[in-house]
């Protein structure tokens, strides 16, 4: 309970004609039988009106509100399983992934027709038994490393030594008379068979394939790039095939490398001579 101030008790006593009694400190009005406050001082000290108007006019705190209650969509969120933290690294692993699948989805290099083809005939007619799968030689002279085209300057030579077999001119020089290591010469090195079974396409097929996929030769001069495009119209049905006429052959090629040789072709006619005819078409024009 608030303690009543001593002078305000004063001026309360003095009003009522009464004086308070000594030693209250906050004190009660000395008790008289008969006096009429006795009850009141009975229950407790009388609050005066000024004081109960200045308690009255404190402002008080209002109460708290009671806290409103979540939302359905709130507590259900909040009961929901959260994603883990190792999950947020799948969108980054995603992308790393998306980019290199989308590598391994464009399309492959498709391999020349000409090059499966032609090594599938030097395969089959026995040309990889003597000289080697890879042209490495065995029974037969070597052909990679460049030897095939120091033997053969021209694919006209070859392409007769190949028709002919080397029985027919046993004994003689063939291909490049300068060659590094001394010409060769028919029969030094076993037998070469002929083969009329194949036709012309077939052999310049072989041809090619024993002087630029074994022998390294650089296909890119024009009139390479024109002998392998007759090659695939040929293969492909869009040109006849012919086949062997090795007299033919003798008149497209260079007496000087190839025995037999006349390279006295008719002009009409050189266009169907085996090969590029990369130094043939300079003989044939003399």
């Given at each position: 309970?608030?303690?009543?101030?001593?002078?305000?008790?004063?001026?309360?006593?003095?009003?009522?004609?009464?004086?308070?009694?000594?030693?209250?400190?906050?004190?009660?009005?000395?008790?008289?039988?008969?006096?009429?406050?006795?009850?009141?001082?009975?229950?407790?000290?009388?609050?005066?009106?000024?004081?109960?108007?200045?308690?009255?006019?404190?402002?008080?705190?209002?109460?708290?509100?009671?806290?409103?209650?979540?939302?359905?969509?709130?507590?259900?969120?909040?009961?929901?399983?959260?994603?883990?933290?190792?999950?947020?690294?799948?969108?980054?692993?995603?992308?790393?992934?998306?980019?290199?699948?989308?590598?391994?989805?464009?399309?492959?290099e498709v391999e020349d027709p000409l090059f499966i083809e032609s090594a599938a005939l030097y395969s089959s007619q026995g040309c990889a038994g003597c000289h080697g799968a890879g042209g490495g030689?065995?029974?037969?002279?070597?052909?990679?490393?460049?030897?095939?085209?120091?033997?053969?300057?021209?694919?006209?030579?070859?392409?007769?030594?190949?028709?002919?077999?080397?029985?027919?001119?046993?004994?003689?020089?063939?291909?490049?008379?300068?060659?590094?290591?001394?010409?060769?010469?028919?029969?030094?090195?076993?037998?070469?068979?002929?083969?009329?079974?194949?036709?012309?396409?077939?052999?310049?097929?072989?041809?090619?394939?024993?002087r630029v996929t074994l022998g390294g030769e650089d296909p890119s001069d024009p009139a390479y790039e024109e002998w392998m495009e007759h090659m695939r119209e040929v293969a492909e049905g869009v040109?006849?095939?012919?086949?062997?006429?090795?007299?033919?052959?003798?008149?497209?090629?260079?007496?000087?490398?190839?025995?037999?040789?006349?390279?006295?072709?008719?002009?009409?006619?050189?266009?169907?001579?085996?090969?590029?005819?990369?130094?043939?078409?300079?003989?044939?024009?003399?």
């Amino acid at each position: 309970m608030t303690e009543i101030p001593e002078h305000l008790l004063k001026r309360s006593a003095s009003r009522r004609g009464k004086k308070p009694a000594d030693g209250e400190g906050g004190g009660e009005a000395a008790k008289e039988p008969g006096s009429a406050v006795a009850p009141a001082q009975a229950a407790g000290p009388v609050e005066p009106p000024a004081i109960r108007e200045a308690a009255a006019a404190v402002p008080r705190d209002p109460d708290p509100e009671p806290p409103k209650p979540e939302p359905a969509y709130v507590q259900a969120a909040k009961k929901r399983k959260k994603m883990p933290m190792w999950a947020m690294a799948i969108p980054a692993l995603t992308l790393l992934w998306a980019y290199s699948f989308a590598g391994t989805m464009q399309q492959p290099e498709v391999e020349d027709p000409l090059f499966i083809e032609s090594a599938a005939l030097y395969s089959s007619q026995g040309c990889a038994g003597c000289h080697g799968a890879g042209g490495g030689g065995g029974v037969g002279y070597q052909f990679s490393n460049g030897e095939i085209y120091a033997t053969f300057p021209e694919p006209i030579a070859q392409a007769v030594h190949i028709a002919r077999g080397s029985a027919a001119i046993t004994g003689e020089q063939y291909g490049d008379p300068e060659r590094p290591g001394g010409a060769r010469v028919a029969g030094n090195r076993g037998v070469m068979p002929n083969y009329p079974g194949i036709t012309q396409n077939e052999l310049e097929l072989i041809v090619f394939h024993e002087r630029v996929t074994l022998g390294g030769e650089d296909p890119s001069d024009p009139a390479y790039e024109e002998w392998m495009e007759h090659m695939r119209e040929v293969a492909e049905g869009v040109l006849p095939d012919r086949p062997i006429d090795l007299e033919f052959f003798l008149a497209c090629a260079n007496p000087e490398t190839t025995p037999g040789a006349t390279g006295d072709v008719d002009p009409n006619e050189q266009e169907f001579c085996p090969g590029p005819l990369l130094e043939t078409e300079e003989v044939a024009s003399e």
